[in-house]
């Protein structure tokens, strides 16, 4: 048999079978991905192979996974040189933005971006708690959002506690398998209520102390919005690492410096020094964001993204 893992929570998985039933999974024996070094050997997401366990009456053993079309991972919080699948086989990744309440940096919107992007995976920032945003705040998001853009991230702002912007929203993510990601307290969770009305998330605070969400989400999870629209509600990730990047690959993942690909004076050109550097010269005629530009060197500085 065959089924799409919709939640994982690290030693039994809840997979939906062709018939739309659902049956709780164990992994038989031990499962390791090849040149993938990760905690949770299975993602939500993945369609696996799988057999009704005769020992355990309802419960099935999984054999095998499907090849992935694509998967997005962050770095492990409990072990080192190691990272956790966060989703896989999705068609695009919605990274839910706050400027406070809490703060989300660009710095992570661009780690997030490089991992979307390493699989040319479509991504939307959507902007949340509008309500809430001063016109300097609004203008924040102005100029935000004429960063990305042109860069081919599409930009969406709502408030999802005044359901504003939500019908945008199921526009964007109608007819596919989408990740929802971003910090605690950003809204994630009152998202899916807003989209799927009888869900009922549990909704967190954030903590005025230090500006942080308070988890509501323990493990990922994949809800039906309609028949063919699906979603996968994350928790909330405070730092993202990126895994089994080279050097040398990196600015493949930035659009605005892979559209300069070849126009180096180097073959080898790292875009930081190098004299007649096509992305230096970009970054002084302001084609190339500056923001942008130190998330790259912050990124190629940071050995954690080698794993």
Not at 230 to 254: A, V
Request: aromatic content about 6%.
């Amino acid at each position: 048999m065959k089924g799409l893992v919709y939640k994982s929570t690290g030693s039994w998985y809840n997979v939906r079978l062709d018939d739309g039933s659902f049956i709780e999974c164990r992994i038989r024996g031990k499962m390791k991905l090849a040149k993938l070094k990760v905690t949770n050997p299975i993602a939500v997401g993945d369609i696996v192979e799988l057999v009704l366990d005769p020992n355990n009456e309802g419960t099935g053993i999984i054999l095998d996974i499907d090849p992935r079309t694509n998967y997005v991972m962050r770095k492990s919080v409990h072990k080192a040189k190691q990272g956790s699948l966060i989703a896989a086989n999705i068609d695009r990744a919605v990274l839910i933005v706050t400027l406070n309440h809490p703060k989300t940096s660009l710095g992570f919107i661009d780690r997030f971006l490089v991992t979307t992007d390493s699989f040319r995976i479509p991504s939307t920032i959507v902007f949340n708690k509008s309500d809430l945003l001063s016109k300097q705040e609004l203008g924040a998001i102005e100029y935000i959002t004429s960063i990305y853009e042109p860069i081919g991230v599409n930009t969406l702002l709502i408030s999802a506690l005044k359901n504003k912007g939500i019908d945008e929203f199921k526009k964007i993510i109608q007819g596919q398998i989408t990740l929802m990601s971003g910090h605690s307290g950003t809204g994630k969770s009152t998202i899916t209520n807003l989209l799927i009305p009888d869900l009922d998330q549990k909704v967190g605070e954030v903590s005025e102390s230090v500006n942080k969400g308070v988890h509501t989400t323990t493990f990922a999870q994949m809800f039906e919005v309609n028949a063919s629209t699906k979603i996968i509600d994350t928790p909330g990730i405070k730092e993202l690492g990126l895994i089994g990047i080279e050097d040398d690959e990196l600015s493949d993942y930035f659009p605005e410096m892979r559209a300069l690909l070849g126009q180096c004076k180097y073959n080898n050109c790292m875009h930081t020094h190098e004299p007649k550097c096509a992305v230096i010269e970009a970054l002084e005629n302001e084609e190339i964001a500056e923001s942008r530009y130190l998330s790259y060197l912050s990124m190629l500085e940071n050995e954690d993204r080698r794993w």
